[in-house]
C-alpha cells in the first residue's frame, strides 16, 4: 500500500482551495458548494471533509488564504 506524503497533502489541500477560489468568483456565494468544488478539483467529496472537516471549514479556510 502505497503511503501519503505531506507533500501530497499539502498539494490536494492547495487544489482544493484554488477550486473554492474559482468557484467563488464565477458563481459566487451562494453557489459555492462542497459538490461544485469536488468537481472543479477533479477529486471526490469526501476530500473536502478530510482536509478541511466541514463546508465551513473549507470557506474559513479560503477566506484566511485570500486573506
Known amino acids: 500500500?502505497?503511503?501519503v506524503t505531506?507533500?501530497?497533502?499539502?498539494q490536494?489541500?492547495?487544489e482544493l482551495l484554488e477550486a473554492a477560489r474559482l468557484v467563488l468568483t464565477r458563481d459566487g456565494f451562494?453557489?459555492?458548494s462542497t459538490r461544485?468544488?469536488?468537481e472543479a478539483a477533479g477529486?471526490?467529496?469526501s476530500q473536502i471533509q478530510y482536509h478541511f472537516g466541514?463546508?465551513?471549514?473549507m470557506i474559513l479556510a479560503l477566506?484566511?488564504?485570500m486573506n
Not at 466541514?54 to 471549514?57: C, F, R, V, Y
Open 54 to 57: 466541514s463546508k465551513e471549514g
Open 30 to 32: 451562494a453557489s459555492l
Open 36 to 38: 461544485r468544488v469536488a
Open 43 to 45: 477529486t471526490q467529496m
Open 6 to 10: 505531506s507533500e501530497r497533502v499539502e
Open 12 to 14: 490536494t489541500k492547495r
Open 63 to 65: 477566506f484566511e488564504d
Open 1 to 3: 500500500m502505497a503511503r
